[in-house]
């Protein structure tokens, strides 16, 4: 590729009228998928932006998920309008302008396409690469497809671009988790049916394949696979988890991955995954805060996806190259950040710093303590936490409530501004009165006053720094993978443990980044609850370890620590 130097802002806008139709896209099995075709309203062949998900490629932003009193909100708030703009996936009314093709596809038993509804299958990466390799060859096409899209619509990328379809050029997965079991379904192997549950029904039933309404719901049932029944079904990571997501060892077309860094349980892991371990030559990382959907259409955000679009699709040279490969939000509580370029994630120049737990005083420091000693915290027992799954119904965290579900440990204030950047872990020496614990873990930013600063996130306005979970049965790691600051659990095997014997847990605390302001505190929440204040991402299932009492040991051989990327 030898770009002409192109003025981004000049040259690069074209302001075509667009016009529009739905078309067929024949499969490899004789099937075929429904799509609306957004064109230039002339002659020529353009780039095309595509995007695949089970949503329904006619229903607008505004009507996705009715039960959900979020999305109207997003839209009212949202920068980007129009009567053609649909939930997380780019706006035709921006990008044909811009001179590009835009093609939204109705993932097969969604919609208008007919077959057999199977989410974030094996099955959905054939169809995916079918229709990008049918886009690629058709006459208004110049023959470069780009992926652009949110949550879904950037998992099925990572999952299509490891399959290496020849006319893919590039993904912008923005917000999308990699693996589906530890990021989506089973967070510290812990199933995650909360969310799970109200998606399923409300942002994925409500679009399957029924024209004219003239399937029962025993036809439907019989035509889709029931994905909250394959993921209770499948507890461990095995095959049936493996052959459904992305191998980044294969994707290696160029991508730029959009992050949160208040999405933990979420999105936040797979966009850093995906952008360390993907073999691609050339690949960004953004990392925004703020909510879901909303930095994908600001015009900020449209900037950035121009930019890199601009150049793998058209060729234009809009000076991404010469941009460093990060950028990063700084965020310092609510929705206060500024804009930091980076070469690197995590930095190099990060200062890995070990808080020692104390469970004699609840005080963190990088002292250890002088003696040991442990502190207990009570089972969720009467599973009080099982009714915080109604929908949008926020559990708040307050420091002062006396709950003997939980433990909290406590930093003297800082004596300086202090900026935490990147993976952070704790290392906890557990026992449990059971043969399992679940364990949910919280990391506080509080000020002078004792008030939580809490960070503008995905899902609330109320996000603490980040959180962390661990089933202890599933502790084991892949000791290849892992690193000091990340353990990487394989979900592979079950080691139940003898009850009252103690038990050495690394816990992956999700990435993230705050500047701690002189005279704040840090507060480490342990518990048997998910106090995230995270609405929809409960664990509420069955399979949840209610009963184990849990006891924590920390001082000599039981160096219990909270490892922090603190940044000089």
Known sequence: MNPLPIDINERSNHFYELTWKEVQIPMRDGNYLAANLYQPNVDGSFPVIMTMCPYGKDLHFSQFAPANPTIAIEYTHSQDKGPLISWETPNPEFWVPQGYTVLRVDERGIGNSPGKLDILSNSLKKDYYDAIEWAGTQPWSNGKIGLLGISYLAMSQWAVASEQPPHLACIIPWEGTVDYYAEFCYPGGIQANGFLSFWWKNGVLAHQYNPDGKFSEEQLQANRTDFPEMVKNNP???????????????????????????????????????????????????????????????????????????????????????????????????????????????????????????????????????????????????????????????????????????????????????????????????????????????????????????????????????????????????????????PYYTFDEVQKLVPGEVYCLDIEIWDSAIVVAKGNRLLLEIGSQNQSGCALLTQTGDDRVWDADITLYTGDEFDSYLLLPIIP
């Open 236 to 486: 461990l990571r095995d095959q049936s988890w493996t052959n459904r997501f992305s191998d980044l060892s294969k994707v290696e077309v160029p991508l730029l991955s959009a992050s949160n860094w208040f999405s933990a349980g979420m999105h936040t892991r797979g966009n850093f995954l995906g952008f360390q371990n993907a073999v691609s030559e050339h690949k960004w990382l953004e990392v925004h805060i703020g909510s879901h959907v909303g930095a994908f259409y600001t015009a900020q955000g449209r900037e950035l996806q121009k930019k890199f679009l601009d150049y793998w699709l058209k060729g234009i040279d809009t000076g991404i190259m010469r941009e460093p490969k990060v950028k990063l939000a700084i965020p310092r509580g609510g929705n206060n950040y500024t804009w930091r370029y980076e070469n690197e994630y995590p930095l190099k120049r990060t200062q890995w710093t070990r808080f020692y737990l104390d469970a004699s005083s609840n005080l963190l420091s990088q002292e250890p303590p002088q003696a040991k000693a442990q502190l207990c915290y009570e089972g969720d027992k009467e599973c009080e936490s099982k009714h915080w799954a109604k929908p949008f119904m926020v559990k708040e965290f307050s420091r002062e409530e006396n709950n003997s579900k939980r433990v909290l440990f406590e930093t003297d204030p800082f004596d300086n501004e202090t900026e935490i950047l990147g993976p952070i872990k704790l290392r906890l020496w557990a026992s449990s009165t059971t043969d399992d614990m679940d364990i949910f873990v919280s990391l506080r930013n509080f000020d002078s006053l004792g008030n939580e600063v809490v960070n503008s996130g995905a899902l609330t306005e109320k996000f603490p720094i980040s959180q962390g979970w661990l089933r202890a049965s599933l502790r084991k790691t892949d000791d290849e993978l892992s690193t000091e600051c990340k």
